[in-house]
């Protein structure tokens, strides 16, 4: 299975601020990559998709980028409502893995 | 407007199988292009992608699950149903479903239920 790894796995920020969340792949895994948003309580949401896609409706302050193994998420300028845990997910090969999340918090 | 639901036990019991049931809106399983999968969250933990049923009927399982899982469609009824045996109070979780691209290399998941939270518990 492909591992996929984040960093950090908790961050205090500022609203903002500009924020870099970053998640590692075992192995190559080209595009194939998600980042979703979790609130608590909430269901996932699908921030960006193929790496760097962003979802429809996703504020154009969230952006990624990255291929091979190495990819990052960026909160260009925090807001109140980005306080969250952010997770990424490989789709590139069965089984499909999940980072073990990057907790956002307030400073 | 794409929807999904989960439903099911609350409760269930250790060795017991758990079933549980996703019932969606506004696309059909029968339709090329479309997955369902499921996913579950313990609590405080990350999310764990446990099986996927695409159009074709294609399934796919987590490895470390598989002997344990079974997900199968009713296109008829607009659900896909998981069921999980020999339940361990490990399996105490937040259980999701979300729609996915019809292959791998669109297995993402851009809508979600709002989750149920199973309990494993004598």
């Known amino acids: 299975a492909i591992r996929m790894t984040q960093s950090p796995s908790s961050l205090s920020a500022s609203t903002g601020d500009r924020v870099t969340i970053t998640c590692r792949a075992s192995q190559g895994i080209s595009s194939y990559l998600a980042w979703y948003q979790q609130k608590p309580g909430k269901a996932p949401k699908l921030l960006i998709y193929?790496?760097?896609t962003l979802q429809s409706g996703v504020p154009s302050r969230f952006s990624g980028s990255g291929s091979g193994t190495d990819f990052t998420l960026t909160i260009s300028c925090l807001q109140s409502e980005d306080f969250a845990t952010y997770y990424c997910q490989q789709y590139y090969s069965y089984p499909i893995t999940f980072g073990q999340g990057t907790r956002l918090e307030i400073k | 407007q794409i929807t999904l639901k989960e439903s099911g036990p609350t409760l269930v019991k250790p060795t017991q199988t758990l079933t549980l049931t996703c019932t969606f809106s506004?696309?059909?399983?029968?339709?090329?292009?479309?997955?369902v999968g499921w996913i579950r969250q313990p609590p405080g933990k990350a999310l764990e992608w446990l099986a996927l049923?695409?159009?074709?009927?294609?399934?796919r399982y987590s490895p470390s699950l598989k002997s344990r899982l079974t997900i199968t469609k009713d296109t008829s009824k607009n659900q896909v149903v998981l069921t999980m045996t020999n339940m361990d109070p490990v399996d105490t979780a937040t259980y999701y479903c979300?729609?996915?691209?019809?292959?791998?290399?669109?297995?993402?998941?851009?809508?979600w239920g709002q989750g149920t939270l199973v309990t494993v518990s004598s």
């Open positions: 193929a790496a760097s």
């Open positions: 979300a729609h996915s691209g019809d292959d791998i290399l669109t297995a993402y998941f851009g809508y």
């Open positions: 049923i695409y159009w074709d009927d294609d399934k």
């Open positions: 506004g696309f059909s399983l029968s339709t090329s292009g479309v997955g």
